[in-house]
Nanobody, 114 residues
Framework: VQLQASGGGLVQPGGFLRLSCAAS????????MAWYRQAPGIQRDLLAQ???????NYAASVKGRFTISRDNSKNTVYLQMNSLKPEDTSVYYC?????????WGQGTLVTVSS
């Protein structure tokens, strides 16, 4: 399965974006889908995860502002990002986890700037 992330771009502080991660195959075969981000020189951090039963968890830095969701019929996972801050500027990656195996999509750049 390949993952294709999209939806990044330039947004002003306080604005919003919705990222999409489309899988080439069924996402229900994975234990969990997630979004990470990585800024230059910084490790890739887990932002949000959603399991097959819909359980979600979030990093403290985005909780209350970001929402992860999934549409199994479209094999797509979304990340709704609200109240964006300049420190949210990063490359965002989607991830699919099955056991100990991780599949990564290519990154999509989000820039928050006035």
């Amino acid at each position: 399965v390949q993952l294709q992330a999209s939806g990044g771009g330039l947004v002003q502080p306080g604005g919003f974006l919705r990222l999409s991660c489309a899988a080439s195959g069924s996402i229900v075969s994975f234990n969990a889908m997630a979004w990470y981000r990585q800024a230059p020189g910084i490790q890739r951090d887990l932002l949000a995860q959603i399991t097959n039963d819909g359980t979600t968890n979030y990093a403290a830095s985005v909780k209350g502002r970001f929402t992860i969701s999934r549409d199994n019929s479209k094999n797509t996972v979304y990340l709704q990002m609200n109240s964006l801050k300049p420190e949210d500027t990063s490359v965002y990656y989607c991830n699919a986890k099955k056991g100990w195996t991780h599949t990564w999509g290519q990154g999509t750049l989000v820039t928050v700037s006035s």
